[in-house]
C-alpha cells in the first residue's frame, strides 16, 4: 500500500514493463545515469544478501548503527502494509508525498523505457538516499544477488551473506551451489564479507568467489564467533571478545544474524565503540516471530498466544522448527499460508511432527496465495482447509496453546492488517 499518486506510478510501471523483478543491471544502470548516479554519492554502505535472514540482519545493523548515534539509511523488501516500510531515510520511513515525488521524477527522466517496477524503487530509493545526509546505508538484496537491482552500487564498506538455502529455483538456479554463486555476486573487491554457517559445497562457492575479486572473507567458526551465553551472547574475533544482552529478535537463527551483523561492521571502516553492539537487543522487524496482541489475538481463549512469523522457505522451516521445539510446554497449532512456487512440502516435513493441530489458509488480498488445496496435498492430507485465518483461529479450542502463523511474508502483511 501507498499513496494514491505513488499506486498509480506503480500500476502504470506495471503495464509498461509487467515483470515485477527481471535480472539484469542495464536498464538501471541507464537510469541512473539519466539520474546523475545518485548510487555513487550513498554514505558507507552495508550490502546484504542470502535466502534467509536478510531483513532480520538488516535490523540488526541498523540497531547498532543508532546504538552508536549514527543515522541510517535502510532499504528492504518487500513490504509488509505500506509501501513506505521499503525506505527508511536517516531513520524515519519515507513519508508518502516524498515517496510519490521521487517516484514521478524517476518515471519521468525514464521517459517510457522497458523498466520493471523494483528496478524503478531502487532507483527512486539512491536518488533520496543521495539527497539526505546519514552516515550508513542499509542495503539488502531484493533477489539473488549477481544481478540484482541493488548491486550497481560501487564497493560497500562491507557484505554479510546471511543464510543459503534452495529457494527462487527458477531464476538462481536448482543446487545450493548456483544458488550460493548468485548471492556471492555482491562480493567487491576490497569490501571485507561477513557470513556465517554453511554446507560445505555453499563455503566452497563463496571461498572461491572471495578470491577470485579480493573481498576478504569472514566466516563463522574461523574468523569470528557468536554464541549464547548466561547473559545473552558472546561474540569473539580478531578485534576482540563482546559480552552482549541477548538479541531482541527471537528465534535461535537470530543468533548468526546477529553474529553477522557485528562481524560485518567491525570489518568495516567506521570503527564502532563496543557499548554500540549491544543495540542488538533493540532491534524491530515485524513478523520475525514477532507475537501479536491485537484484534486476531483477542479471538482466542485466555490463556492463548498467537505468533506471526514470515518464514516461507526449506530453510525457513527448518528454522521455525528449531524454535518450536522449545514450545514443548504446550500443544502448538499452525496456520499455513504459501505462496505459488514455493516448495510447500519440503517447507512443511520439519514443521509437522511439531504441529498439534495444522490449517492451510488463503487470505483474499494475498499476493499469488498458493490454493487451499494445493497446501492440504502438499501436508499429506495432515492440513485441515482454514480456509481463512479468521476461520482457522474461530475453530480452535483445547487447553492453552501457542498459535503461530507462518508460511509467506504476503500473507504476514494480511494478518497485521486483521490484527490491528
Same mark, same amino acid.
Not at 509488509?80 to 531513520?91: K, P, S
Not at 541493488?150 to 538462481?172: F, G, K, Y
Not at 556471492?184 to 564479507?193: E, L, Q, R
Given at each position: 500500500?501507498?499513496?494514491?499518486?505513488?499506486?498509480?506510478?506503480?500500476?502504470?510501471?506495471?503495464?509498461?514493463?509487467?515483470?515485477?523483478?527481471?535480472?539484469?543491471?542495464?536498464?538501471?544502470?541507464?537510469?541512473?545515469?539519466?539520474?546523475?548516479?545518485?548510487?555513487?554519492?550513498?554514505?558507507?554502505?552495508?550490502?546484504?544478501?542470502?535466502?534467509?535472514?536478510?531483513?532480520?540482519?538488516?535490523?540488526?545493523?541498523?540497531?547498532?548503527?543508532?546504538?552508536?548515534?549514527?543515522?541510517?539509511?535502510?532499504?528492504?523488501?518487500?513490504?509488509?502494509?505500506?509501501?513506505?516500510?521499503?525506505?527508511?531515510?536517516?531513520?524515519?520511513?519515507?513519508?508518502?508525498?516524498?515517496?510519490?515525488?521521487?517516484?514521478?521524477?524517476?518515471?519521468?527522466?525514464?521517459?517510457?523505457?522497458?523498466?520493471?517496477?523494483?528496478?524503478?524503487?531502487?532507483?527512486?530509493?539512491?536518488?533520496?538516499?543521495?539527497?539526505?545526509?546519514?552516515?550508513?546505508?542499509?542495503?539488502?538484496?531484493?533477489?539473488?544477488?549477481?544481478?540484482?537491482?541493488?548491486?550497481?552500487?560501487?564497493?560497500?564498506?562491507?557484505?554479510?551473506?546471511?543464510?543459503?538455502?534452495?529457494?527462487?529455483?527458477?531464476?538462481?538456479?536448482?543446487?545450493?551451489?548456483?544458488?550460493?554463486?548468485?548471492?556471492?555476486?555482491?562480493?567487491?573487491?576490497?569490501?571485507?564479507?561477513?557470513?556465517?554457517?554453511?554446507?560445505?559445497?555453499?563455503?566452497?562457492?563463496?571461498?572461491?568467489?572471495?578470491?577470485?575479486?579480493?573481498?576478504?572473507?569472514?566466516?563463522?567458526?574461523?574468523?569470528?564467533?557468536?554464541?549464547?551465553?548466561?547473559?545473552?551472547?558472546?561474540?569473539?574475533?580478531?578485534? *576482540? &571478545? %563482546?559480552?552482549? #544482552?541477548? /538479541?531482541?529478535?527471537?528465534? =535461535?537463527?537470530?543468533?548468526?544474524?546477529?553474529?553477522? @551483523?557485528?562481524?560485518?561492521?567491525?570489518?568495516?571502516?567506521?570503527?564502532?565503540?563496543?557499548?554500540?553492539?549491544?543495540?542488538?537487543?533493540?532491534?524491530?522487524?515485524?513478523?520475525?516471530?514477532?507475537?501479536?496482541?491485537?484484534?486476531?489475538?483477542?479471538?482466542?481463549?485466555?490463556?492463548?498466544?498467537?505468533?506471526?512469523?514470515?518464514?516461507?522457505?526449506?530453510?525457513?522451516?527448518?528454522?521455525?522448527?528449531?524454535?518450536?521445539?522449545?514450545?514443548?510446554?504446550?500443544?502448538?497449532?499452525?496456520?499455513?499460508?504459501?505462496?505459488?512456487?514455493?516448495?510447500?512440502?519440503?517447507?512443511?516435513?520439519?514443521?509437522?511432527?511439531?504441529?498439534?493441530?495444522?490449517?492451510?489458509?488463503?487470505?483474499?488480498?494475498?499476493?499469488?496465495?498458493?490454493?487451499?488445496?494445493?497446501?492440504?496435498?502438499?501436508? *499429506? &492430507? %495432515?492440513?485441515? #482447509?482454514? /480456509?481463512?485465518?479468521?476461520? =482457522?483461529?474461530?475453530?480452535?479450542?483445547?487447553?492453552? @496453546?501457542?498459535?503461530?502463523?507462518?508460511?509467506?511474508?504476503?500473507?504476514?502483511?494480511?494478518?497485521?492488517?486483521?490484527?490491528?
Amino acid at each position: 500500500m501507498a499513496s494514491g499518486r505513488a499506486e498509480a506510478i506503480i500500476d502504470r510501471l506495471h503495464g509498461l514493463y509487467p515483470r515485477l523483478i527481471d535480472l539484469s543491471l542495464d536498464r538501471l544502470r541507464d537510469l541512473l545515469a539519466k539520474l546523475g548516479n545518485p548510487e555513487t554519492r550513498l554514505p558507507p554502505v552495508i550490502h546484504v544478501a542470502g535466502t534467509n535472514g536478510k531483513g532480520s540482519t538488516c535490523a540488526f545493523l541498523r540497531a547498532i548503527g543508532e546504538r552508536a548515534g549514527l543515522a541510517v539509511h535502510v532499504a528492504t523488501s518487500p513490504h509488509l502494509v505500506h509501501f513506505n516500510e521499503r525506505i527508511r531515510l536517516a531513520g524515519t520511513l519515507v513519508d508518502d508525498a516524498t515517496l510519490a515525488a521521487t517516484l514521478e521524477e524517476v518515471e519521468r527522466v525514464n521517459a517510457g523505457a522497458a523498466i520493471t517496477v523494483f528496478e524503478v524503487l531502487m532507483a527512486a530509493t539512491f536518488l533520496l538516499f543521495a539527497r539526505v545526509p546519514a552516515d550508513l546505508c542499509v542495503l539488502e538484496v531484493g533477489l539473488g544477488g549477481r544481478f540484482d537491482a541493488t548491486n550497481v552500487i560501487p564497493p560497500p564498506a562491507a557484505c554479510a551473506i546471511t543464510s543459503i538455502s534452495l529457494d527462487h529455483r527458477e531464476m538462481l538456479g536448482d543446487t545450493l551451489a548456483a544458488i550460493a554463486f548468485e548471492k556471492a555476486g555482491i562480493m567487491k573487491p576490497g569490501s571485507p564479507t561477513a557470513t556465517g554457517l554453511h554446507p560445505p559445497e555453499v563455503e566452497e562457492v563463496l571461498r572461491a568467489r572471495a578470491a577470485a575479486v579480493g573481498a576478504p572473507l569472514l566466516m563463522r567458526g574461523r574468523d569470528w564467533s557468536v554464541e549464547p551465553s548466561s547473559s545473552g551472547l558472546r561474540y569473539a574475533d580478531s578485534l *576482540g &571478545g %563482546l559480552d552482549l #544482552p541477548p /538479541p531482541a529478535l527471537l528465534g =535461535a537463527h537470530q543468533v548468526e544474524n546477529a553474529g553477522i @551483523a557485528i562481524a560485518a561492521l567491525r570489518a568495516s571502516d567506521l570503527r564502532l565503540p563496543d557499548a554500540a553492539f549491544a543495540g542488538i537487543s533493540s532491534a524491530e522487524w515485524p513478523a520475525r516471530m514477532q507475537r501479536l496482541t491485537g484484534r486476531l489475538a483477542a479471538r482466542l481463549p485466555p490463556g492463548w498466544e498467537l505468533w506471526l512469523d514470515g518464514g516461507h522457505n526449506p530453510g525457513g522451516g527448518e528454522a521455525l522448527a528449531a524454535h518450536l521445539r522449545g514450545w514443548a510446554d504446550r500443544p502448538v497449532h499452525l496456520i499455513v499460508g504459501m505462496k505459488k512456487a514455493k516448495d510447500v512440502a519440503e517447507t512443511l516435513r520439519p514443521l509437522l511432527p511439531l504441529a498439534t493441530t495444522l490449517w492451510a489458509v488463503a487470505e483474499p488480498g494475498q499476493h499469488a496465495a498458493l490454493p487451499v488445496a494445493d497446501i492440504v496435498a502438499a501436508s *499429506g &492430507g %495432515l492440513a485441515r #482447509p482454514g /480456509p481463512t485465518v479468521e476461520a =482457522a483461529l474461530r475453530r480452535l479450542d483445547g487447553p492453552p @496453546a501457542r498459535v503461530l502463523i507462518c508460511g509467506s511474508l504476503y500473507l504476514a502483511g494480511e494478518v497485521l492488517k486483521l490484527d490491528r
